[in-house]
């Protein structure tokens, strides 16, 4: 792990700086795991990964969808490319529109929680630096296999979005697209989104609305997403912390996707 990544790590339960600490295997190779001893905290690496949160610490709805995405994850990239279709829409299209909201500098630190299968990767410049929070295994697999052949570069992590593991104001750049509807706690996502932004970015974050997933629950195979939802989907601009500037809320792609954009103050 490079340096630079270890300096802005935190411990997410107990907000304490990690060291990176090798130990040998009993097969005779090496495991790596982020600790800190004075907090008793220690987070295994697998696979090049850091592991923030265990399956059996997932409760609620993230244990609903963690499930859910692990196991449409080797289809999930087909089964969006597919359902977008069916909503006669271009991923391609509807990607590079929400990503042109995005404002990234050469050698920014760029965050996406919720990074799926790094799809939206894709489209982003070369010469920034990314950084990848995903609550599956089975998707951050995935994107892990893909990011060589995008000829893109990213370090990703296994946590939740209410608990992100890193020091406040380390990013230049914060996006979630997809997946915020039916987090456990979608406040606690976007007060998290905003602590890990530094002073005077813009924060943008966009999911389905309430009429695609009327759509998409009769559709067999997509319809496990949306059944049983608590409520109707709406845009959470009432979850958006009090303080926040230039804050913008619409509907995007003639109704199927909402849209928030605010800017943490300077
Ligand atoms: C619809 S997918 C979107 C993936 C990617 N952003 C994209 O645009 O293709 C939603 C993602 O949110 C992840 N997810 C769901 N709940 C989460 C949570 N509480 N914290 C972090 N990731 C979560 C899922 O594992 C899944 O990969």
Redesign the pocket.
Known sequence: MNPETLNILRCPVRCAPLQLVTQSSSHGGALEFLANDDHGVKYRIHDGIPIFVEREQITDL?NK??NI?DRAAPLYDFI?KVGLFVFGLSEEKIRKEFLSALEIRPGDKVL??????G??LRYLPRDAKYYG????WG?LKVCKRKLPKMGQRAELFL????NLPFTDSSFDVVFQ???IN???DRGK?IREMVRVAKKGTRIIIMDETEKVARMSEKIPGIKVWFKDRREPIAAPLDLIPDGMEEVESRDLFNGQAWFLSFRKPA
């Open positions: 993230n969808y963690r995405y969006s996406e929680t919720s990074v799926g299968t799809s939206n929070l995903d609550l599956s998707m946590g939740e979005a209410e697209m997809g997946g039916f987090f456990s996502a």
